[in-house]
């Protein structure tokens, strides 16, 4: 009698264990999607500081652009609206962004003054560095989201999930021309 | 995959750790018995040099790789800014902390990493890789440092340098004692005349002359195999082979490096002096580029 008790609590404590090393591991990779999304913010947010600063360098010496530059403003601007939450419309907004900062980049082709100051070329770096950080982040954010969604999607994810509303989390989409060279490269 | 390599690279470092060990007191053993006739001594001695090696080695890895290959360190983000940001993205797609970085000055492109574990790391380039190399490329070079830290082939390295350099130095304090104080012992060598004496001084000899080649054959095994798995991750890091093919390629048509230190060659990303032996496969640190070339285009 006393052996069948000991046995059951062994078995009880064991299950217990491996319930909650189960458990902490899902949270854990969906902090790691979380912490993944910060860099994400980060990066956004010190692209959109950034990029007042461009438009005032490229206005000196590319007067005729205004239209790229306002292109650029306005993404800028819409993204700055985009609730923080919706992961996929930020993300939507942001590549948008990039898209239209292309076009200034490439402007620095037809004037050589802008492509040789100074200013410009820091600007060039620091905006490079968060394209590449939102490339990578993004990169980090749907693998980490891969691994917990293979959690909660498989025995025994599948029993627990449900009971703490864990709930299978999107992929950000990659804009389509980076799925061939993933990384930007502005000053090639 | 990886986790279970990461896993094995951890056990492996013990492993290693212990053979090289033995060699290194065998080695002891016949210093000291060819040269100043008493094994023990010599086991003594070797063991005390080992563990000096390797308690400043494993204690200042960084500082001691980085000073034999006269490195400098980044301190700014501003001295360098590309391959700065290049190094934090990599450290972040990775998991693993930002590393010091630090600038070698030479002409020829080629990186290394070092440290004892991915919290106390740091990987070094030269400036002729920051000048021939663009942005891709770079990533994909430094994608391939960062697997090392990460995969941690920079402990097994650090202290496959350690001992290793702990053999040749005691081959050195055998072969001095030799030139130096070798007369008395052969005179009374001679006095003996016992033969079997004289099998076991020629058999240390021997020895003390193939130790240091089996101490590099040892740590040339050990840093090829991890060449294919660090290219391998730069790939899974950067997701583009491309880059880090092209960067291979820029570095084998290039000069070998003017001043690299020899027994750091194993760490650095294509072999430094660039040596082309007959034996290639056994006594060199790096697979051939080409190889690894074709295992990149076929991932």
Redesign the interface.
């Known amino acids: 009698m006393l052996w069948i008790i000991v046995i059951v609590i062994v078995l009880a404590i064991v299950a217990a264990g491996s319930y909650i090393g189960f458990y902490n591991s899902i949270v854990r990779t969906h902090n790691w999607t979380d912490e993944a999304w910060s860099?994400i913010d980060v990066q956004l947010k010190r692209r959109n500081d950034l990029i007042p600063n461009l438009v005032e360098t490229v206005k000196g010496y590319a007067k005729h652009e205004q239209k790229t530059l306002t292109d650029v403003i306005d993404k800028r601007n819409q993204l700055a609206t985009v609730p923080a939450a919706n992961h996929e419309q930020t993300m939507a907004a942001s590549n948008q962004l990039s898209d239209s900062l292309k076009g200034v980049f490439a402007l620095s082709e037809n004037y050589p003054d802008l492509k040789a100051n100074q200013q410009f070329g820091?600007l060039m770096?620091?905006l490079?560095?968060t394209e590449?950080?939102l490339a990578?982040?993004r990169?980090?954010y749907n693998s980490s989201a891969v691994n917990y969604n293979n959690k909660i999607q498989t025995f025994p994810g599948n029993i627990i999930a449900p009971i703490h509303n864990f709930s299978k989390i999107n992929y950000l989409e990659t804009p389509s021309d980076e799925k061939k060279?993933?990384?930007v490269?502005f000053?090639? | 995959m990886l986790y279970q390599q990461i896993a094995q690279n951890k056990r492996k470092t013990w492993l290693v750790m212990l053979s090289f060990f033995c060699l290194l007191l065998i080695i002891g053993a016949a210093v000291g018995y060819a040269f100043f006739s008493s094994s023990l001594l010599g086991i003594v001695l070797a063991a005390i040099v080992a563990a000096v090696y390797i308690v400043v080695m494993v204690g200042n890895s960084t500082g001691v790789v980085m000073s034999l290959n006269h490195a400098r360190e980044v301190t700014d983000t501003k001295q360098y800014?590309?391959l700065w940001?290049?190094v934090?993205?990599m450290a972040?797609?990775a998991?693993v902390p930002m590393p010091r970085v630090f600038i070698v000055t030479d002409s020829s492109p080629n990186a290394f990493a070092t440290g004892n574990d991915p919290k106390h790391a740091a990987v070094a380039v030269t400036t002729g890789l920051l000048e021939m190399m663009?942005?891709?490329e770079l990533?994909g070079v430094i994608g391939h440092e960062i697997s090392h830290i990460r995969n941690y082939d920079i402990r097994l390295a650090t202290i496959a340098m350690a001992l290793t350099a702990a053999i040749s130095l005691l081959v050195n304090i055998g072969m001095r004692s030799f030139w130096w104080g070798g007369g008395r012992r052969r005179n009374r060598n001679d006095n003996e005349g016992n033969s079997g004496q004289i099998i076991l001084l020629i058999g240390s000899i021997v020895v003390v002359i193939l130790a240091p080649i089996a101490a590099s054959l040892v740590q040339m095994a050990l840093s090829r195999n991890r060449e294919y798995l660090a290219d391998a991750s730069s790939v899974e890091l950067?997701?583009?082979p491309?880059?880090l093919i092209t960067a291979l390629q820029k570095i084998d048509n290039s000069q070998p490096m003017k001043q690299a230190d020899s027994a750091s060659a194993a760490l650095y990303i294509a072999d430094p002096f660039k040596e082309k032996r007959s034996l290639t496969h056994l006594f060199t640190t790096h697979p051939p580029i080409q190889q690894r070339i074709n295992r990149l285009e076929h991932l």
């Open positions: 860099q820091q770096e620091e490079s560095n590449n950080k990578y982040s990169q980090l060279a993933p990384k490269s000053n090639d | 800014p590309q940001h290049i934090e993205d972040m797609v998991r663009d942005r891709e990533e950067t997701r583009n491309t880059g």
